[in-house]
Nanobody
């Protein structure tokens, strides 16, 4: 069973930077990761897209983070990263890693979440 473990959250001042990491374990056999990304809880009932990579396809960013955040991955280590620059108080949230064979995130595996807090 695939498990995702996030790290790198914390408290930072407005304008600061953080780098989130997510490591996938238990990836073997016929299980393929075709999408990895980051979502945050937001104020709605559904987690909102922060950034995601569809392998062999597109890289997508949420409108509010485009130009400030950068997603990257390490295929050898089955890891995905989120470099967050110029952080704002409204970026404060729990950030979740998502990975799996599917483009639709609810069909994939979620991490436990990591808290990011940006002070004004």
């Amino acid at each position: 069973q695939v498990q995702l473990v996030e790290s790198g959250g914390g408290l930072v001042q407005t304008g600061g930077s953080l780098r989130l990491s997510c490591a996938a374990s238990g990836v073997h056999g016929s299980f393929k990761i075709n999408a990895m990304g980051w979502y945050r809880q937001g104020s709605g009932s559904h987690r909102e897209l922060v950034a995601r990579m569809i392998f062999g396809g597109s890289t997508d960013y949420g409108d509010s983070v485009r130009g400030r955040f950068t997603i990257s991955r390490d295929d050898v280590k089955n890891m995905v990263f989120l470099q967050m620059n110029n952080l704002r108080p409204e970026d404060t949230d729990v950030y979740y890693c998502n990975a799996g064979p599917y483009v639709i995130p609810i069909m994939n595996t979620w991490g436990q979440g990591t808290q990011v807090t940006v002070s004004s």
